[in-house]
């Protein structure tokens, strides 16, 4: 009898004291179901090519041959247009990106779905485009568009050097106020996992001096405060940016 009732009494308080403890701990965390972050990458070519900075290797379509020698500009208001049943997917930002040193940005979970293309700001959404709106980081102080200009932000500072008649010239392709904010499209269908995957962009450099305006550095090297220059820049940045998902 005795035999018999003592394992007994021990099974019961080993399930008493199991469970009890077991009742304490904290639910493991579910990280086989967690989705991973997706994540945002910029790419730079000219035509192709990869960018190589500070070389004379480039020819626009104007025929002229340039380098690159420092690009930056923000991202912002990224649009996934849905397809077959899925809505539209904004990504505010902004993101500023530096082409010297461009990183892969972390753009928390993004949904599965289906979408045609997608819409995107070169540049900063007008609520934005405001003096000391951005954090006072060092990159965003070095973008401030001059108040006496109108204030808020450059969208993008694209420098370099060009040839005219055989001698190295410098360019610098700077844009910014809201009526010139390029509203780049993206078009391609893509079908995004829900987990983690990488939305690639990426930026054709001679897009800039394409269409519809074949920009002739020639005739104007030095962007900023020419609303004809900028107005050209706008138009040919809206189809200077490709997308596609990466899994
Ligand atoms: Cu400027």
Known sequence: MRNR????????????????????????????????????????????????????????????VYSVTHLEHYLSELVLIGSGGTPNDTLHGPWYVNAANAVDLDLGTLRAGQYSGATMLLGLPPALNVTGALPNTLAN????????????????????????????????????????????????????????????????LN???????????????????SMALMGQLRDNCANAFTLEYLP
């Open 141 to 204: 102080i070095n973008m401030a568009w001059p108040d006496p200009m109108g204030g808020g932000y450059h969208f993008i500072k694209f420098e370099g050097h060009f040839m005219a008649a055989e001698v190295p010239t410098g360019f610098a392709m700077h844009v910014g106020k809201n009526e010139f904010l390029p509203v780049c499209t993206m078009l391609g269908s893509f079908t995004t996992t829900g987990n983690g995957g990488t939305l690639k962009l990426t930026f054709n």
């Open 5 to 64: 009732f003592l394992p007994t009494l021990a099974t019961c308080i080993f399930l008493f004291f199991g469970t009890s403890c077991r009742q304490d701990e904290p639910v493991p965390p579910a990280s086989p179901s967690s989705p991973a972050p997706a994540m945002l990458r910029v790419a730079y070519v000219v035509d192709g090519q990869p960018l190589a900075f500070d070389t004379l290797m480039y020819t626009n379509e104007g025929g002229t």
């Open 207 to 225: 897009e800039v001096f394409r269409t519809p305006h074949i920009y002739d550095l020639n005739s104007g090297n030095y962007s900023m405060g």
